[in-house]
């Protein structure tokens, strides 16, 4: 592992080129025909953001790990780039509908990312003779006939040591009292929220070799009067877990493709202000996304990419 194009004065004298600290990446979301009909979020992720991430901090044939894998987007690029991709993701739906899309299903596991190693040895899901299917209806094979041999070896999967983390962790405000770690569908706190960050990002840290990098994506939410600074709030949670150390932030923004920046307005088709945001449901709170304020309050216009070092 190289960190690819890191700058020496952040990362080490891996390469004389820079990373500079804003970088405009393309707009493009994930097709919403692509997603399965049960999914009832907002699926916010770039493509643009990991595959950046990736190419950036890793090299061809690294291994990379994204503890929230969600609906896959991490994983699905890591295959594009010709990486090594795991993914842990606590809802097994989408574990299914991930599955179905890379590469190597059973290095995608249902679990808990607050138990690192142990939720890929495992599996929340080895123990099940069928698994729901990634569009909710039925039941199949928990196995892919075509997954490699020792990718299932015992029920679980054996991780390596990791080049990369390349994750977005799920959102939360400082008002919510829902617990994301569980869905949003238990009762939770900000500052519970931030321990749990802390404690998840210290069971990864075990799995990342000596030089690796953990990139994350997150943003800051505007609501009214105020702003739940989610994005500092991660960094001082990350930076308290053991192993890893926070070295700078980058501002990611989004174009469309006439160059100019995303507006969320203009991507209205009235669904999207429907389906909202889980996390904001959740909370039922009145403090909602609007086509005015756009996915993050500001417009969806640009994400902060939170880099830390691996600190033996």
Same mark, same amino acid.
């Given at each position: 592992?190289?960190?690819?194009?890191?700058?020496?004065?952040?990362?080490?004298?891996?390469?004389?080129?820079? !990373?500079?600290?804003?970088?405009?990446?393309?707009?493009?979301?994930?097709?919403?025909?692509?997603?399965?009909?049960? @999914?009832?979020?907002?699926?916010?992720?770039?493509?643009?953001?990991?595959?950046?991430?990736?190419?950036?901090?890793?090299?061809?044939?690294? &291994?990379?790990?994204?503890?929230?894998?969600?609906?896959?987007?991490?994983?699905?690029? !890591?295959?594009? #780039?010709?990486?090594?991709?795991?993914?842990?993701?606590?809802?097994?739906?989408?574990?299914?509908?991930?599955?179905?899309?890379?590469?190597?299903?059973?290095?995608?596991?249902?679990?808990?990312?607050?138990?690192?190693?142990?939720?890929?040895?495992?599996?929340?899901?080895?123990?099940?003779?069928?698994?729901?299917?990634?569009?909710?209806?039925?039941?199949?094979? #928990?196995?892919?006939?075509? +997954?490699?041999?020792?990718?299932?070896?015992?029920?679980?999967?054996?991780?390596?040591?990791?080049?990369?983390?390349?994750?977005?962790?799920?959102?939360?405000?400082?008002?919510?009292?829902?617990?994301?770690?569980? /869905?949003?569908?238990?009762? /939770?706190?900000?500052? &519970?929220?931030?321990?749990?960050?802390?404690? &998840?990002?210290?069971?990864?840290?075990?799995?990342?070799?000596?030089?690796?990098?953990?990139?994350?994506?997150?943003?800051?939410?505007?609501?009214?009067?105020?702003?739940?600074?989610?994005?500092? +709030?991660?960094?001082?949670?990350?930076?308290?877990?053991?192993?890893?150390?926070?070295?700078?932030?980058?501002? #990611?923004?989004?174009?469309?493709?006439?160059?100019?920046?995303? +507006?969320?307005?203009?991507?209205?088709?009235?669904?999207?202000? +429907?389906?909202?945001?889980?996390?904001?449901?959740? &909370?039922?709170?009145?403090?909602?996304?609007?086509?005015?304020?756009?996915?993050?309050?500001? /417009?969806?216009?640009? @994400?902060?990419? #939170?880099?830390?070092?691996?600190?033996?």
């Amino acid at each position: 592992m190289a960190a690819a194009t890191a700058a020496g004065f952040l990362f080490g004298p891996l390469r004389s080129t820079s !990373v500079r600290t804003f970088r405009t990446l393309p707009a493009d979301r994930p097709d919403p025909d692509t997603l399965p009909d049960w @999914c009832d979020v907002d699926v916010r992720s770039i493509p643009a953001v990991p595959e950046w991430c990736i190419e950036t901090f890793s090299d061809p044939g690294d &291994a990379v790990i994204d503890p929230f894998a969600g609906f896959g987007t991490t994983i699905a690029a !890591v295959d594009r #780039l010709d990486r090594d991709g795991y993914g842990i993701e606590r809802d097994p739906r989408r574990v299914a509908y991930v599955r179905d899309r890379v590469e190597h299903p059973r290095r995608v596991v249902v679990g808990d990312a607050r138990d690192g190693r142990s939720a890929f040895i495992t599996d929340a899901s080895a123990d099940r003779e069928g698994f729901i299917s990634s569009d909710g209806s039925k039941r199949k094979s #928990l196995i892919n006939g075509d +997954d490699d041999e020792e990718d299932h070896e015992g029920g679980g999967v054996d991780p390596p040591s990791f080049d990369l983390c390349c994750t977005a962790p799920p959102f939360m405000l400082d008002w919510m009292d829902t617990d994301p770690f569980e /869905g949003y569908d238990a009762d /939770g706190s900000y500052e &519970a929220y931030l321990d749990d960050a802390t404690v &998840a990002f210290e069971a990864i840290a075990d799995l990342l070799a000596p030089d690796a990098v953990a990139a994350v994506e997150v943003s800051n939410v505007r609501f009214g009067p105020g702003v739940s600074t989610l994005a500092w +709030d991660l960094a001082d949670a990350v930076d308290d877990a053991d192993g890893l150390r926070f070295r700078t932030e980058i501002v #990611l923004g989004f174009e469309d493709g006439d160059g100019r920046v995303e +507006d969320d307005v203009d991507r209205d088709d009235g669904s999207r202000v +429907d389906a909202g945001n889980r996390a904001v449901d959740a &909370a039922d709170d009145d403090r909602t996304w609007s086509p005015e304020t756009g996915r993050y309050g500001y /417009g969806y216009d640009h @994400c902060y990419c #939170l880099v830390f070092d691996r600190d033996a």
